[in-house]
Nanobody, 115 residues
């Protein structure tokens, strides 16, 4: 059974930093493209950042230069370092794993940025 478990969310002041982690199990982690998505209240889920199996990264324009995605295939984890946080970054952040038609999601972790 595939499981993606996010951790690291919480309440932070604007300008602060948070590091999210996602621990994956039940899959061949190195074969999956990994990503972080977020969903704010009343809005659709949107892409934040992705990292491919060969470590190529992609970011939403709104987070470029502030967020960094990384993966550790030895530990089956993907991380999202979020710096210079803004109130508009407030959302539930979801971990995602994709391989062909296989698409898995974590349960999400709340990040709240206060102004």
């Amino acid at each position: 059974q595939v499981q993606l478990v996010e951790s690291g969310g919480g309440l932070v002041q604007a300008g602060g930093s948070v590091r999210l982690s996602c621990a994956a199990s039940g899959l061949i982690f190195g074969s999956y493209a990994m990503g972080w998505y977020r969903q704010a209240p009343g809005k659709q889920r949107e892409l934040v950042a992705t990292i491919s199996t060969d470590f190529r990264t992609n970011y939403a324009d709104s987070v470029k230069g502030r967020f960094t995605i990384s993966r550790d295939n030895a530990k089956n984890t993907v991380n999202l370092q979020m710096n210079s946080l803004k109130p508009e970054d407030t959302a539930v952040y979801y971990c995602n794993a994709v391989l062909w038609s296989y698409n898995y999601w974590g349960q999400g972790t709340q990040v709240t940025v206060s102004s």
